[in-house]
């Protein structure tokens, strides 16, 4: 059982762990979409930067801005503000030097209204991590298959599928954890990856791709809803809204040109039909009616 009363918290999630309760996290980009995951139970709900792809069009997540990031990322603690909101810090946003990243974290904080951020980090970051924390922002470290790093094995792949990487993942793990890391997020990595991880770090885990063990799971809500026209293996959609979308935005343009729109009409109050006539009875077309 996974249903939690009143507002889900950081601690929230950490009991869920202790306990043994699996907690669900979806990527979000707007506050529509917001409230209805938050009324359908999900924990969770990262503002990924896979907006660059799925919100903005582009075909990688290094192309997500940072302002965009931080203002859908305050759109969706609006439409949910009694969820864990995590706002992904994108590409080029921390790498460059330590001070720019906890600025610039500190903005999903409290311009973003975050409860965490995700970076993408290996134990090269543990100083970074460290120093966030020491200012007060919860981190999520994101490990395994780390997108922002997809030019570098030309394409998005997965991870710790030789013994040396998985060591160096379970590796980089502990040590992020250590540095301050408040929760962890493992993608695309074998089972055996994440039973170890499991058992040598104490923070939630968040999987994707990583199997079932994950104290939380999450995917892009896209694949979820079978929007997305190449969802990764690991995805199975539970709804396939892609069609449907297509299919009533058909019957709208079928309707739009038989000037059916369907609803209900405005009319004038009783009595104003015959006044409206008579104030515009005198009244022409401008010069440019006809053109």
């Excluded at 801005?65 to 992904?88: N, S």
């Excluded at 903005?107 to 200012?135: C, Q, T």
């Excluded at 994101?142 to 040396?164: D, F």
């Excluded at 892609?242 to 369907?262: F, I, T």
Aim: aromatic share 4%; with cysteine.
């Amino acid at each position: 059982m996974t249903a939690t009363t009143g507002p889900v918290t950081l601690r929230t999630l950490r009991q869920m762990a202790a306990d043994g309760r699996p907690f669900a996290c979806l990527t979000c980009y707007d506050a529509t979409t917001a409230r209805w995951l938050a009324r359908g139970g999900v924990h969770v709900l990262l503002v990924g930067d896979t907006a660059a792809e799925v919100v903005l069009g582009f075909e990688r997540t290094v192309d997500a801005p940072l302002d965009v990031m931080i203002a859908l990322t305050a759109g969706v603690k609006r439409g949910a503000p009694d969820r864990v909101v995590m706002g992904d810090m994108p590409f080029m946003s921390y790498q460059a030097s330590p001070d720019d990243a906890v600025r610039n974290a500190g903005r999903f904080l409290v311009e973003g209204k975050a409860d965490v951020v995700k970076i993408e980090a290996d134990s090269s970051h543990v100083p970074l991590v460290r120093r966030m924390a020491s200012a007060g922002i919860p981190i999520c470290a994101h490990v395994g298959s780390r997108p922002q790093r997809a030019a570098m094995t030309a394409g998005y792949a997965s991870a710790g599928r030789t013994a040396s990487e998985a060591v160096r993942i379970v590796e980089d793990a502990i040590a992020l954890e250590r540095a301050g890391a408040v929760m962890l997020l493992l993608e695309a990595v074998p089972d055996e990856v994440t039973a170890r991880v499991l058992e040598l770090t104490r923070s939630p885990v968040i999987g994707i791709g990583a199997g079932s063990a994950c104290h939380g799971q999450v995917l892009v809500v896209q694949d979820l809803l079978g929007l997305s026209e190449h969802p990764p293996k690991f995805a199975e959609p539970l709804a396939m809204m892609g069609p449907g979308v297509a299919d009533a935005a058909s019957r709208w343009v079928e309707r739009v040109g038989s000037r059916k729109v369907g609803g209900i009409r405005y009319t004038m109050k009783p009595g104003e039909v015959e006044k409206f006539a008579a104030a515009t009875e005198h009244l022409s077309p401008g010069e440019d009616a006809d053109r």
